[in-house]
T-cell receptor, first 113, second 112 residues
Framework: GAGVSQSPSNKVTEKGKDVELRCDPI?????LYWYRQSLGQGLEFLIYFQGNSAPDKSGLPSDRFSAERTGGSVSTLTIQRTQQEDSAVYLC???????????FGSGTRLTVV | GENVGLHLPTLSVQEGDNSIINCAYS??????FIWYKQESGKGPQFIID?????DKRQGQRVTVLLNKTVKHLSLQIAATQPGDSAVYFC???????????FGAGTTVTVRA
């Protein structure tokens, strides 16, 4: 597509429920990244994919967080048993490869009540 | 660890004035730098980038300056407009690593 597409744009969920966040990167971008941004804060790295593999998962906050990427394209970030501290904007970005800038999506605003 | 940081978290600018946003980095191996603009409710948007073999690069109303001696990066916005109100992030890349390291962000508010 023309840009990075994320869905849903907003998600309100009850504490303890699982959520799935989707990212559709720019066509041809081999690298895909997930970041988290709490209100008024900076960008917290979660995970990155090169193709379908994830060489760096160092930013995932706990084992409740997981992500996958299929076909070198769409990625899903799953948060199990959501907690209130998971409330944040989850941003996805893609790039052509190493040493290149990212293109970000508009993010998914997750609110856990 | 080494990271990218910002000198000031907020900047208030009179409309029409020039803005200067600063960023310090500590990793001398960094060779690619980017400025992003994030408006409320949106994802960060690429503004301008610069590689370490340059010390200045100009875009439309924006200029990025890189001083490798003191490991300092700045973004200058000419004739600041209300639409420039946003959070600005600097980011660095180290020798073709896949991951960018982001600074904390500077909030720019333009006064009418």
């Amino acid at each position: 597509g023309a840009g990075v597409s994320q869905s849903p744009s907003n998600k309100v969920t009850e504490k303890g429920k699982d959520v799935e966040l989707r990212c559709d990167p720019i066509s041809g971008h081999t690298a895909l990244y997930w970041y988290r941004q709490s209100l008024g804060q900076g960008l917290e790295f979660l995970i990155y994919f090169q193709g379908n593999s994830a060489p760096d998962k160092s930013g995932l906050p706990s084992d409740r967080f997981s992500a996958e990427r299929t076909g070198g394209s769409v990625s899903t970030l799953t948060i199990q048993r959501t907690q209130q501290e998971d409330s944040a904007v989850y941003l996805c970005a893609s790039s052509l490869g190493a040493g290149m800038g990212y293109t970000f999506g508009s993010g998914t605003r997750l609110t856990v009540v | 660890g080494e990271n990218v940081g910002l000198h000031l978290p907020t900047l208030s600018v009179q409309e029409g004035d020039n803005s200067i946003i600063n960023c310090a980095y500590s990793n001398s191996a960094s060779d690619y730098f980017i400025w992003y603009k994030q408006e409320s409710g949106k994802g960060p948007q690429f503004i301008i980038d610069i590689r370490s073999n340059m010390d200045k690069r100009q875009g439309q109303r924006v200029t990025v300056l890189l001083n490798k001696t003191v490991k300092h990066l700045s973004l200058q916005i000419a004739a600041t407009q209300p639409g420039d109100s946003a959070v600005y992030f600097c980011a660095e890349n180290i020798q073709n690593d896949y991951k960018l390291s982001f600074g904390a962000g500077t909030t720019v508010t333009v006064r009418a």
